[in-house]
């Protein structure tokens, strides 16, 4: 068996086909293994078989609750500490309270921004398991704090905007594979981001800027007619 940490597991029970989709590709694609369940009592069944390492639940679903499903979750020992991010298009204070009385960790409000949940559940993630999110990228003399968002390379600081930390944290995270512009516009801007693909450009232009300064390697490499990709090269020369 190898020593390798395999990705956290994540289950979504959302029955709103279009959401569910989105999240599952969001998700995907920041290397998680992703299930999807559409009813509470179909969740509730794949629960009692198996715990993933967090639990995206929607408050209003076919067969039981999202509430009723986490009371019955935080009852069992084997899920008493499973971390839930409840999602719902419920704002108001009350159900919020409500939300958080039954065991759900943390609470998102449809629409949502995808950003922020795959900010939470990292956040939520590392609280639970620290050992299986890395609080700090690192290639090389760039090195990427999540804790702190700071940037340092070769012992300096690097001052970044936050969409250009949210860029590059992205790709460090999968040094080598490339991403389209529209992959990282969904993933670090949101799919429902009124944003050019050419906006891209101009943050990744940004970036570089930002992190190379006279004959340093540049870390990120364009792929022509494909998008961008931070150099696996990188820092092993």
């Not at 159900?95 to 995808?114: C, I």
Request: with cysteine.
């Amino acid at each position: 068996m190898s020593g390798a940490m395999s990705a956290p597991r994540i289950l979504i029970v959302e029955d709103e086909p279009a959401i569910g989709q989105l999240l599952v590709y969001n998700l995907e694609a920041e290397g998680y293994l992703v299930e999807h369940e559409e009813r509470g009592d179909d969740a509730q069944i794949r629960l009692a078989e198996s715990t993933p390492d967090l639990l995206i639940l929607d408050w209003m679903l076919p067969g039981v609750s999202g509430i009723e499903l986490c009371r019955r979750l935080r009852a069992r020992e084997e899920t008493r500490s499973l971390p839930v991010i409840m999602l719902t298009a419920r704002g108001e204070e009350s159900e919020r309270v409500r939300g958080l009385s039954v065991g759900a960790d943390d609470y998102v409000v449809k629409p949502f921004s995808v950003p922020e949940l795959m900010a939470r559940v990292r956040a939520l993630l590392r609280r639970a398991r620290p050992e299986r999110i890395a609080g700090r990228l690192q290639h090389g003399d760039l090195e990427l704090d999540r804790e702190t968002r700071r940037v340092r390379r070769a012992g300096r600081d690097i001052h970044l905007g936050p969409t250009e930390f949210r860029l590059l944290e992205y790709l460090m995270e999968k040094p080598g594979r490339v991403f389209s512009r529209s992959q990282l516009l969904d993933s670090v801007w949101g799919m429902a981001a009124e944003i050019d693909e050419r906006t891209v450009d101009v943050h990744v232009g940004r970036l570089r800027r930002a992190i190379t300064r006279g004959r340093e390697q540049d870390p990120i490499r364009t792929v022509r007619g494909s998008g961008y990709s931070f150099d696996e090269t990188f820092g092993k020369a």
